[in-house]
């Protein structure tokens, strides 16, 4: 049974033509290192994966400086990252089984080996709020399970999804302690409540659809995309009502971030573009790439609200300015605050 869904149409707005002014872009030291799993942590700094390289890196946006790190385990497979509250870095091995941490003040690796073999952790979230916080959770896309782990005992719990191979991915968590993932194989959005052990699902269309996502904004509603039909979807938990907004048409979007004030950012590989939501206006606004084929496949909000995503067409990560973006205030007056010259 389908859940109740309201249709609105939004505006599109499009910034191609400054997003020069707007983006930046650096260069990795490899090429192909394929930059992958990016996360901005609260001191501004940006962490990723390098795929290829089996490292995991860290870029300092003032010093310009980076740093990479060796995985312990070789061709670990990692793919995402999530940072706590106190700094750790977390990330899933998918081809390794394994859960890893990394200390910026020490430097140091620490992997925990998942309990159940060819789990493929593929998502993660390290809970910041509400009864989960200080722990992390991951899903395991071929376990099909939904893992917690308590990072002071060092101890694992797996909880097994209903519904039967149904390839779980992109992991968030809301303040009442719930996990909120896709399930990509059967077209359904999962909810796992940590509190009373219990999971819920929803079928999300009547047409399989490739399903990306998840975040959950400041009011709780959880946010996801489908691809086929181009529609990102605000889905109300409390009355399983939906509303669906028409993406402009892509060739599929791969990752979806919030930022401070509720703005969902999509990020599209293929179409070489990362793009806004207001979600106060309805509007979409898109950013082009300066550099074409840079397939961008990961991002991430920094603390000042920019925007970092990784490129792994052309070895590079880059930032959109948001800050020179004013908030859109309406449907039919859209303020942006130009770079300079730009009408040169």
């Not at 896709?182 to 009547?206: H, I, N, P, Q, Y």
């Amino acid at each position: 049974m389908f859940f109740g869904r309201l249709f609105i149409a939004a505006l599109l707005f499009s910034l191609a033509d400054v997003s020069k002014e707007l983006i930046v872009e650096y260069s990795l030291p490899v090429e192909n290192a394929f930059p992958t799993g990016l996360a901005v942590d609260d001191g501004g700094k940006v962490w990723f994966i390098e795929y290829n390289e089996n490292k995991l890196a860290m870029f300092d946006p003032v010093t310009k400086a980076l740093e990479e790190f060796a995985i312990p385990s070789s061709k670990s497979g990692s793919m995402d990252i999530s940072i706590d509250a106190s700094g750790i870095v977390w990330f899933v091995e998918e081809d390794a089984n394994i859960l890893a941490k990394f200390n910026p003040k020490t430097g140091k690796f620490k992997e925990y080996v998942l309990p159940t073999p060819k789990t493929k952790p593929a998502s993660l979230i390290a809970a910041r709020y509400g009864p989960i916080a200080g722990t992390v959770w991951m899903v395991g896309w071929q376990g099909n399970v939904v893992v917690g782990f308590d990072p002071k005992t060092e101890k694992f719990s797996e909880y097994k999804i209903p519904t039967k191979n149904s390839s779980p991915y992109d992991i968030t968590a809301d303040t009442k302690g719930r996990i909120w993932f896709m399930e990509r194989a059967v077209g359904k959005l999962g909810m796992f409540d940590t509190v009373s052990k219990t999971f819920r699902e929803w079928s999300t269309s009547k047409m399989l659809q490739s399903l990306v996502g998840t975040v959950v904004d400041s009011k709780g509603f959880v946010w996801y995309s489908r691809i086929v039909d181009y529609v990102l979807v605000r889905f109300n938990p409390e009355t399983g009502q939906t509303k669906d907004f028409n993406i402009p048409k892509n060739k599929g979007t791969q990752e979806l971030a919030i930022d401070g004030k509720d703005n969902i950012w999509l990020v599209q590989s293929t179409d070489n573009r990362v793009i806004r939501f207001a979600q106060k206006a309805a509007i979409f606004q898109i950013f082009d790439l300066p550099t074409g084929k840079s397939k961008p496949n990961s991002l991430g909000v920094g603390p000042d609200g920019s925007v970092w995503f990784t490129e792994s067409g052309n070895t590079r990560i880059g930032v959109l300015d948001a800050a020179k973006l004013a908030d859109v205030k309406s449907k039919l007056r859209v303020k942006i605050k130009p770079p300079k010259n730009i009408f040169r």
